[in-house]
């Protein structure tokens, strides 16, 4: 997978409970510069799964370090041809100074880390730049200097109703990275013992110890509240 940068804006903002949070719209379709060369995203080929884990990175300018972390990203969706996130900012002296500057209108700027393959990029029709057939966020940005300075603060397709939906949807991915790992975890310690019973390898029942685990949405295993 080639790391690459996309760059777009950066958006709403809410301080409620001591947690500070931005809604960003990091990613279009709007073909901009790689360094591959000009590319396009097809958003239907987005993998979420990073950005959804809660343990993908909100920093600044991609430093990949832990003094380079602002935050973390909670949650990830798309809308059309529109990429956005949540993200929750630490409680760090930088991340301090970054809410500052994003809340007061200073830095609005935002810039995506990415994977994807030359083998799933397609040349765009009447052009020289390549759509993204498959791609993979895992990370944003804020930047000084977005590559995308067509991108604006939050459009007005995108306002406090869905704002609020998205902080509503925290919660849903929580729950359900926590029975996930419930799942994982029952999978780990019962396979040894079903392969012993029924015949087969470990490695076999516990995948279908964690299909079955998947089909029931992960309440085989037992819920958290």
Request: charged fraction near 20%; glycine fraction near 12%.
């Given at each position: 997978?080639?790391?690459?940068?996309?760059?777009?804006?950066?958006?709403l903002v809410v301080e409620a409970a001591g947690e500070r949070r931005v809604a960003v719209?990091?990613?279009?379709?709007?073909?901009?510069?790689?360094?591959?060369?000009?590319?396009?995203?097809?958003?239907?080929?987005?993998?979420?799964?990073?950005?959804?884990?809660?343990?993908?990175?909100?920093?600044?300018?991609?430093?990949?370090?832990?003094?380079?972390?602002?935050?973390?990203?909670?949650?990830?969706?798309?809308?059309?041809?529109?990429?956005?996130?949540?993200?929750?900012?630490?409680?760090?002296?930088?991340?301090?100074?970054?809410?500052?500057?994003?809340?007061?209108?200073?830095?609005?700027?935002?810039?995506?880390?990415?994977?994807?393959?030359?083998?799933?990029?397609?040349?765009?029709?009447?052009?020289?730049?390549?759509?993204?057939?498959?791609?993979?966020?895992?990370?944003?940005?804020?930047?000084?200097?977005?590559?995308?300075?067509?991108?604006?603060?939050?459009?007005?397709?995108?306002?406090?109703?869905?704002?609020?939906?998205?902080?509503?949807?925290?919660?849903?991915?929580?729950?359900?990275?926590?029975?996930?790992?419930?799942?994982?975890?029952?999978?780990?310690?019962?396979?040894?013992?079903?392969?012993?019973?029924?015949?087969?390898?470990?490695?076999?029942?516990?995948?279908?110890?964690?299909?079955?685990?998947?089909?029931?949405?992960?309440?085989?295993?037992?819920?958290?509240?």
């Amino acid at each position: 997978m080639i790391p690459a940068e996309r760059a777009t804006a950066a958006g709403l903002v809410v301080e409620a409970a001591g947690e500070r949070r931005v809604a960003v719209l990091f990613a279009t379709a709007a073909p901009v510069h790689d360094v591959n060369g000009p590319c396009a995203l097809d958003m239907g080929g987005c993998d979420l799964t990073l950005l959804n884990s809660g343990r993908a990175p909100l920093l600044a300018d991609h430093g990949a370090y832990l003094g380079g972390v602002l935050g973390v990203i909670e949650t990830a969706w798309i809308v059309g041809e529109r990429a956005f996130a949540l993200a929750r900012f630490a409680r760090t002296g930088a991340a301090e100074d970054a809410w500052q500057m994003v809340r007061d209108g200073i830095v609005r700027n935002v810039s995506l880390g990415l994977a994807y393959a030359l083998a799933d990029a397609e040349p765009l029709r009447g052009g020289a730049a390549r759509i993204l057939r498959r791609w993979r966020p895992y990370e944003v940005s804020l930047v000084a200097l977005p590559k995308d300075w067509g991108a604006v603060v939050l459009p007005d397709g995108m306002g406090e109703a869905e704002h609020r939906a998205a902080l509503a949807t925290v919660g849903e991915h929580r729950s359900q990275r926590a029975r996930q790992a419930s799942a994982e975890v029952f999978a780990t310690f019962a396979a040894p013992g079903l392969a012993a019973a029924l015949g087969g390898t470990t490695a076999q029942a516990e995948a279908a110890l964690m299909a079955e685990a998947a089909r029931f949405g992960g309440e085989a295993c037992g819920s958290t509240t």
